[in-house]
Nanobody
Framework: QVQLVESGGGLVQAGGSLRLSCAASGSMFSIQRMAWFRQAPGKQRELVALITRDGTTNYADFVKGRFTISRDNAKNTVYLQMNSLKPEDTAVYYC????????WGQGTQVTVSS
């Protein structure tokens, strides 16, 4: 079992920054892949960024150069540093982990005002 708890969302002006955190229960060593997804009102949930157990990262085109995913295995935590935020980044952001199956956090709201 894996439990994920997100934090760090909030309201920010366009051009600003936020850092999301996702604390995972248990050892992250066993988790094959962790990721951040987001879902805006009326839209489907979409992948934002992922990081594998060996540290390989991958990003959606719409965040490349602006967002950075990282992990701290000692703290069992994954981060999403979001810079140069745009109003279209407004969404609920979900932490995701894969260990035999998918696990999801409860989500954290990010609102970017213009």
């Amino acid at each position: 079992q894996v439990q994920l708890v997100e934090s760090g969302g909030g309201l920010v002006q366009a051009g600003g920054s936020l850092r999301l955190s996702c604390a995972a229960s248990g050892s992250m060593f066993s988790i094959q892949r962790m990721a951040w997804f987001r879902q805006a009102p009326g839209k489907q949930r979409e992948l934002v960024a992922l990081i594998t157990r060996d540290g390989t990262t991958n990003y959606a085109d719409f965040v490349k150069g602006r967002f950075t995913i990282s992990r701290d295995n000692a703290k069992n935590t994954v981060y999403l540093q979001m810079n140069s935020l745009k109003p279209e980044d407004t969404a609920v952001y979900y932490c995701n982990a894969f260990l035999a199956r998918e696990y999801w956090g409860q989500g954290t709201q990010v609102t970017v005002s213009s």
